[in-house]
């Protein structure tokens, strides 16, 4: 599938390019800045593009920015994305000296998202460590949610080419709120035990 990552320059925009383009999808990497998008998607072998030329006409646009942005980002490309299926992987956290927290807000970002751009959003792949995915697919399944069936078709079937586990359909958008939560304790997990823990589900068919 044709992919865009907006804000792809980051560490897990980079290492979901390498693992999207190494799964044979055609990656275009987006960057507030052409040039950086341009110098980033050549070290990776994938094209790149100031972030509003590369949603337009991509499959599915990967919101890969930093999560304070994601927000702002979804209303500036809002036009530029048109119907365009979205997948949000942001998560919202609070750090403090006793832990990392969920964000305060009832609704997660990938609802706030659906909620400013015209397309179908789909969440997910939240707790893929990019350090992780930056060496191989790795062992560990991808959560995906999402209300249109479209958007998490597509988002599914990207998950399921970047890790060696199983991508996992964990039902409507709200789920969203679960899987940002869940990377809050990944993260404190990777703290306690020095790690880049991941999830596998059990008990699949
Ligand atoms: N890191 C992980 O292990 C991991 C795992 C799962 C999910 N995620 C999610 O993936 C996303 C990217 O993570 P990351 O660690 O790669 O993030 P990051 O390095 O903090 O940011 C990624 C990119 O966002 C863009 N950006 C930064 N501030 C911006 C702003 N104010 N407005 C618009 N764009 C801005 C930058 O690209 P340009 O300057 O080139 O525009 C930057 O390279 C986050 O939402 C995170 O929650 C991360």
């Known amino acids: 599938m044709r992919v865009a990552l907006v ?4 560490p897990f925009g980079r290492a979901l390019a390498a693992r999207l383009h190494a799964a044979g999808h055609e990656v275009v990497l987006g ?13 990776l072998g994938v094209s790149g593009l100031a972030n509003e030329d590369a949603v337009r006409g991509v499959e599915l646009a990967v919101l890969a920015v930093n999560a304070d942005a994601v927000l702002d980002t979804a ?3 809002a036009a530029a994305l048109d119907e365009t299926p979205v997948l949000s992987v942001a998560s919202e956290l609070r750090f403090s000296s006793e832990g990392v927290y969920p964000g305060p807000d009832e609704l997660s ?7 400013l751009v ?7 792949l939240h707790s893929l460590a990019a350090a992780n995915l930056a060496e ?4 560990q399944d991808a959560l995906v949610c999402g209300d249109d069936d479209r958007a998490k078709a597509l988002a599914l079937e990207l998950a399921g080419s970047v890790v060696a586990g199983r991508p996992v359909d964990a039902g409507p958008l709200a789920s969203a709120r679960a899987l940002e ?7 404190n997990v990777n703290r306690r035990y020095r790690a880049h823990a991941g999830f ?6």
């Open 181 to 187: 939560g869940l990377t809050a304790v990944i993260v």
């Open 136 to 139: 191989a697919p790795p062992d």
């Open 118 to 124: 015209s397309g179908p959003v789909a969440a997910g």
């Open 31 to 43: 960057s507030r800045s052409a040039e950086r998008a341009r110098d980033v998607a050549a070290e």
């Open 109 to 115: 970002l990938a609802e706030r998202v659906a909620g």
């Open 75 to 77: 209303r500036e490309l």
């Open 200 to 205: 596998r589900v059990t008990g699949l068919p």
């Open 7 to 10: 804000g792809g320059t980051g």
